[in-house]
């Protein structure tokens, strides 16, 4: 495995370098000898939730795939980061866990997406202590110093025998929309441009740069000639790796768990060239014992905490991810109407964006504790707020602007229907709205019980932003209150009942 170089970890240090430099240590003790002609390059993102899912790979297989390309030759393992929040065990030590387990898988990086920071700035400061490796973000800038946030390093610089490889991460823009992180400002990804010209000042002789989804700043940065390869993350689509006169262009979705493999030759002297790239199911890889062993200590930990019966589902259920963000659907409905049941008020919304499940359940199923926090993985209490009828539709309004991309803001209502025109431009789409049975009085004002989140104005909801709200706000865990409305029940027969229709 190939050292570090100093350029742009310099915060990697002390003993946090005296660990790193065992690890490395001891796995060059047990690799054989490598080309000084060939480099793989591992990169893969995404991983939040480490229960296994049928038909989809996780980090034993990964591990795997890295003992394998490491016992090949000379490699780095890039991560794409997007794996610290929305696991089920997050929702309890906040990502930390995953860091232990990156820690024995040792990438070389690991960027900042918009997901590692679910859980606030200070929590991924945190993290970032607790890991061997930097975490890497160009435009993550603390609006108090002006400077890349504590914790993170704008680029990488990583020495190989094929030569200087430098590594650059922007994150999402949609990071100040989505997540309430006041101090945080997010400049434009397409700056990274620059940033990977600064690598090259520094000596890289390659540059591989890292992009949270921020589709509108591709085109930019394929063609920027310091960047020699481009790897987007995308939340939906497939996977895709292009090779074009020398340069790569990837998208990782991840869905189902995948990595992409990049091989360099070069002779550490003249810029390395691109050999190969290949997309690898992980699925199709056998587990590595060793990780399989460290993943099942937390996955015990998690029944003694979860296995718990709470109640029944009579009707079939859809957690998947088009499903909460499109349009009605029955889980996400029960969400809304156990939220205003609990506050007895007048209304409720719940975004889709909140239900990370992404599975079906047959009617019949027992669903356990376990089930109710995988759907609703973020620690967001619930709190009621009173609202104008026009904020609300107005919130309708953004829900509807984001139909097409299946963006989490998505709104689920209770004790509401509305009619939207998908057909019209955004901003003009709900052509009609209930309450109660009776139609939306823009000047009344509605008990509305909502996400702490959504109440403090985020995914785009500034509408409903009420002075109740913090991000320490008391209030009820939503899975707490999932849990206790199916327990009262027993069994619950969730719907599709036309609270969502289009005209």
């Given at each position: 495995m190939?050292?570090?170089?100093?350029?742009?970890?310099?915060?990697?240090?002390?003993w946090?370098?005296?660990l790193?430099a065992?690890?490395?240590?001891?796995?060059?003790?047990v690799?054989?000898?490598?080309?000084a002609?060939?480099l793989?390059?591992?990169?893969?993102?995404?991983?939040a939730?480490i229960e296994?899912v049928e038909?989809?790979g996780?980090?034993?297989n990964?591990a795997?795939?890295?003992?394998?390309?490491r016992a090949e030759?000379n490699?780095l393992?890039?991560?794409?980061?997007?794996?610290l929040?929305?696991?089920v065990?997050?929702?309890?030590?906040?990502?930390?866990h995953?860091?232990?387990l990156?820690?024995?898988?040792?990438?070389?990086?690991m960027a900042?997406?918009?997901r590692?920071?679910?859980f606030g700035?200070?929590?991924?400061?945190?993290?970032?202590?607790e890991?061997r490796?930097p975490f890497?973000?160009?435009?993550t800038i603390?609006?108090?110093?002006?400077?890349v946030?504590?914790?993170l390093?704008?680029?990488a610089?990583?020495?190989?025998?094929?030569?200087?490889?430098?590594v650059?991460s922007?994150?999402?823009?949609?990071?100040?929309v989505?997540?309430?992180?006041?101090?945080?400002e997010?400049r434009?990804p397409?700056m990274?441009?620059a940033?990977?010209?600064?690598?090259?000042?520094?000596g890289?002789?390659?540059?591989v740069?890292?992009?949270?989804?921020?589709p509108e700043?591709?085109?930019?940065?394929?063609g920027?000639?310091?960047?020699?390869?481009l790897?987007q993350?995308?939340?939906t689509?497939k996977?895709v790796?292009?090779?074009d006169?020398?340069?790569l262009?990837?998208v990782?979705v991840n869905?189902?768990g995948?990595?992409?493999v990049?091989?360099l030759?070069?002779?550490?002297k003249?810029?390395?060239?691109l050999a190969?790239?290949?997309i690898?199911?992980?699925a199709g890889l056998p587990p590595?014992?060793a990780?399989e062993?460290r993943?099942?200590v937390y996955?015990a930990?998690l029944?003694?905490l979860?296995?718990?019966?709470?109640?029944?589902?009579?009707t079939?259920?859809d957690?998947?991810r088009a499903?909460?963000?499109?349009?009605?659907?029955?889980?996400a409905?029960?969400?809304?109407d156990?939220?205003?049941g609990?506050?007895?008020?007048d209304a409720?919304f719940i975004?889709?964006?909140?239900?990370?499940?992404?599975?079906?359940?047959e009617?019949?199923?027992?669903l356990?504790?376990?089930d109710?926090?995988?759907?609703?993985?973020?620690r967001?209490?619930?709190i009621a707020?009173?609202?104008?009828?026009?904020?609300?539709r107005?919130a309708?309004?953004?829900s509807?602007?984001g139909?097409?991309?299946?963006?989490?803001s998505?709104l689920?209502?209770?004790n509401m229907?509305?009619v939207?025109?998908l057909?019209q431009?955004?901003?003009?789409r709900?052509v009609?709205?209930t309450v109660?049975g009776?139609p939306l009085?823009p000047d009344?004002r509605?008990s509305v019980?909502?996400p702490n989140?959504?109440?403090q104005g985020?995914d785009g909801?500034?509408m409903?932003?009420s002075p109740g709200?913090?991000?320490?706000?008391?209030?009820?865990l939503?899975?707490?209150?999932?849990?206790q409305?199916l327990?009262d029940?027993?069994?619950v027969?969730p719907r599709?009942?036309?609270r969502?229709?289009?005209r």
């Amino acid at each position: 495995m190939p050292n570090r170089g100093n350029g742009g970890v310099g915060r990697f240090s002390g003993w946090r370098a005296v660990l790193a430099a065992c690890a490395v240590a001891a796995l060059g003790a047990v690799a054989p000898a490598a080309s000084a002609a060939e480099l793989s390059i591992v990169f893969t993102s995404t991983m939040a939730d480490i229960e296994p899912v049928e038909g989809e790979g996780g980090l034993a297989n990964l591990a795997t795939l890295l003992r394998t390309k490491r016992a090949e030759g000379n490699t780095l393992f890039l991560h794409g980061g997007a794996s610290l929040t929305a696991g089920v065990l997050s929702t309890f030590d906040r990502g930390a866990h995953m860091i232990d387990l990156l820690n024995e898988l040792q990438p070389d990086m690991m960027a900042v997406t918009k997901r590692d920071l679910g859980f606030g700035k200070d929590e991924l400061t945190l993290r970032s202590y607790e890991a061997r490796f930097p975490f890497v973000s160009a435009t993550t800038i603390d609006r108090n110093t002006g400077k890349v946030m504590e914790g993170l390093e704008p680029s990488a610089l990583l020495d190989t025998p094929v030569g200087r490889i430098g590594v650059v991460s922007a994150i999402s823009p949609d990071l100040t929309v989505q997540y309430i992180v006041p101090d945080i400002e997010v400049r434009p990804p397409a700056m990274i441009a620059a940033e990977a010209r600064a690598l090259r000042a520094q000596g890289a002789d390659y540059v591989v740069a890292i992009l949270d989804n921020a589709p509108e700043a591709v085109e930019a940065l394929r063609g920027e000639p310091a960047i020699d390869a481009l790897l987007q993350l995308s939340a939906t689509g497939k996977d895709v790796l292009e090779a074009d006169k020398g340069k790569l262009f990837g998208v990782h979705v991840n869905v189902k768990g995948s990595a992409f493999v990049l091989r360099l030759d070069g002779d550490g002297k003249a810029p390395p060239a691109l050999a190969g790239a290949a997309i690898v199911p992980l699925a199709g890889l056998p587990p590595d014992p060793a990780m399989e062993k460290r993943v099942g200590v937390y996955l015990a930990r998690l029944s003694e905490l979860l296995d718990i019966t709470i109640g029944t589902t009579a009707t079939p259920l859809d957690t998947r991810r088009a499903a909460v963000r499109t349009g009605e659907n029955a889980f996400a409905s029960l969400i809304a109407d156990a939220m205003r049941g609990h506050f007895n008020t007048d209304a409720a919304f719940i975004n889709g964006g909140n239900i990370r499940g992404n599975r079906q359940y047959e009617a019949g199923t027992v669903l356990t504790r376990r089930d109710i926090q995988r759907e609703l993985p973020f620690r967001d209490t619930i709190i009621a707020v009173t609202l104008p009828g026009k904020a609300l539709r107005e919130a309708l309004e953004v829900s509807a602007a984001g139909v097409e991309n299946q963006k989490g803001s998505f709104l689920h209502p209770s004790n509401m229907a509305v009619v939207y025109d998908l057909k019209q431009p955004a901003g003009s789409r709900v052509v009609s709205v209930t309450v109660g049975g009776k139609p939306l009085d823009p000047d009344a004002r509605y008990s509305v019980a909502l996400p702490n989140y959504l109440a403090q104005g985020g995914d785009g909801y500034g509408m409903l932003k009420s002075p109740g709200a913090s991000s320490g706000a008391s209030g009820k865990l939503l899975w707490e209150i999932m849990a206790q409305h199916l327990t009262d029940r027993g069994t619950v027969s969730p719907r599709i009942d036309g609270r969502i229709t289009e005209r």
